[in-house]
């Protein structure tokens, strides 16, 4: 079946990050003046407005950050996922990444609790970082 | 603060509201306007600023709703008129 | 504007036929964005992420919001024009409600209607002149932290409501001892707490003791949102709490008007606020009586 939820809108932007997630690896952009290492991917450094950077890689572990359940879908495609775990991810590098818990019931997710990347294929194009428990 | 600068508000202006089928946002607008003028008591070319909270994207059949749009259903031309965001 | 002579009277306005059009849901799908593709949609979403988090950090959690939804739903049945009137809840139908965005329930919402609202601002020497009774502004304050809910390390204090708030009230000349009352931007009753919190009325996690003991339903010793709100009443955005400030100031709110009606201290000094986006934007006004 058709892949049925939204897909990333790739722009010039965030190229390089999805481009990285089809290759099972998450890029940043980390700010050569100042070290920050910035999410979502943009011009300048937030902190110091440099422009220069090196792309780094994540080791893909963190823990989560906050974390909501859906019990209603807003969109048809999330109909079968019902509860779904939707939560912020703070990566050990620092960048914090909106993405969903798997692997796990929702009872079972918590702040702080370690989590560790798993991709999701949804389109030759298109993987997306999903993340869960780290055992 | 300077007293002498002060504002304040004078009137406020209601419609009737939760489900009111058959009717666009625009009219929402123009009707808690004519009625915040009229509670005010004050004639509408008083009226030259609007500030219109950012709306919502127009449902198909509808335009899209600017300040510009309410002032002309209102018949003003502001000095100053803006979208507030939110 | 006004103090510049650009403008003699300035109108706000609201208007939407959320109810009963589909342009809150073409609203939410274009607010998402790129959080669409995980399944993140709207305000609900965003507000229990940072709900969530404030439970994690704080004692916080339905047991709290369900004094905030239940008094708010008491001032709505004192306002014959609120959505919600003759609609009573108690603490057992807020408990027993479902979850749209957990930790939210359903009465954790703001209200989707049809409607709309408008003010009118204009100098307080013109004021003097007109029919009603001025409700002054005597401060504003605005902050705006504007980083997205899933970057933001505020999600649970303090936000723009701290700085807003000591701005407002320093232009003003009152502290928050004389506040009488507060009209609180309620989108989601976890709002109304950090909000509250933010303007120092109790620290973190002291929400539920504070208002605990009826303290801001009909009766109480700080009312807030006594025209019901947006739980309540209906949505507005930042004129739901900004009218009804206005009206109990002039003294035009019948059954659920502050003072003897509804034994509580009449209303010379009231907060009102109004957030942007998910606590990336916040503006406090004083409103009061001269």
């Known amino acids: ?135 | 603060m300077d007293r002498e600068k002060t504002h304040a508000i004078v009137g406020v202006g209601y419609t009737p509201q939760g489900r009111v089928p058959g009717r666009t946002s625009l009219s929402f607008h123009l009707e808690a306007c004519t009625n915040a003028i009229n509670d005010a008591g004050i004639p509408k070319d008083h009226i030259d600023g609007l500030i219109c909270y950012r709306h919502f994207p127009a449902p198909s059949d509808e335009n899209d709703l600017t300040p510009h749009l309410v002032a002309q259903h209102l018949g003003i031309e502001p000095n100053y008129l803006s979208q507030d965001a939110n | 504007m006004l103090d510049a002579g650009l403008c003699r009277y300035v109108l706000i306005s609201y208007g939407h036929n959320a109810f009963s059009s589909a342009s809150l849901f073409t609203m939410l799908m274009d607010f998402a964005g790129d959080d669409a593709v995980f399944g993140h949609f709207g305000a609900t979403g965003g507000y229990a992420l940072a709900a969530r988090r404030a439970m994690h950090e704080f004692n916080t959690g339905p047991q709290t919001w369900k004094h905030i939804a239940v008094a708010q739903r008491a001032w709505a049945n004192l306002n014959p024009h609120a959505m919600m009137h003759g609609k009573p809840m108690s603490f057992g139908d807020y408990l027993s409600s479902k979850y749209v965005v957990e930790p939210l329930r359903l009465p954790d919402n703001c209200l989707v209607n049809d409607g709309g609202r408008a003010v009118i601002i204009t100098t307080l020497e013109r004021a003097r002149d007109l029919r009603h009774r001025p409700a002054v502004i005597l401060g504003l304050g605005q902050h705006n932290p504007s980083v997205q809910v899933t970057q933001s390390g505020t999600l649970t204090g303090s936000t723009g409501a701290r700085k807003a708030c000591e701005t407002a009230l320093s232009m003003a000349g009152v502290t928050r001892d004389d506040v009488d009352a507060c009209q609180i931007y309620d989108c989601f009753t976890y709002t109304v707490e950090l909000t509250l919190q933010d303007y120092g009325f109790f620290g973190p996690g002291e929400g539920e003791s504070w208002f605990s003991e009826g303290t801001i339903g009909p009766g109480g010793r700080m009312p807030v949102n006594t025209s019901g709100g947006q739980l309540s009443e209906a949505y507005y955005m930042g004129l739901t709490p900004l009218s009804e400030a206005t009206m109990q100031i002039m003294g035009r709110c019948k059954d659920r008007q502050l003072g003897p009606a509804t034994q509580t201290k009449e209303p010379s000094i009231i907060l009102v606020s109004d957030n942007g986006g998910i606590l990336q934007a916040h503006s406090c006004c004083v409103l009061g009586r001269i």
């Open chain 1, 1 to 135: 079946m058709a892949y049925n939820k939204p897909l990333p809108r790739v722009n010039g932007d965030n190229q390089e990050f999805w481009e990285g997630c089809r290759n099972h690896e998450l890029k940043f952009q980390q700010c050569a003046s100042c070290g920050h290492i910035r999410f979502p991917a943009s011009l300048v450094c937030p902190k110091c407005l440099c422009s220069d950077f090196q792309s780094i890689v994540s080791t893909g572990t963190g823990k989560v950050y906050t974390y909501a359940v859906y019990h209603v879908a807003f969109h048809q495609g999330f109909l079968e996922d019902l509860p779904y775990v939707v939560a912020v991810v703070e990566l050990q590098e620092g960048p914090r990444l909106l993405t969903n818990i798997v692997g796990c019931s929702p009872e079972e997710v918590s702040c702080e609790m370690p989590v560790t990347v798993a991709w999701e294929n949804v389109t030759p194009d298109i993987s997306l970082p999903m993340f869960k428990p780290l055992i």
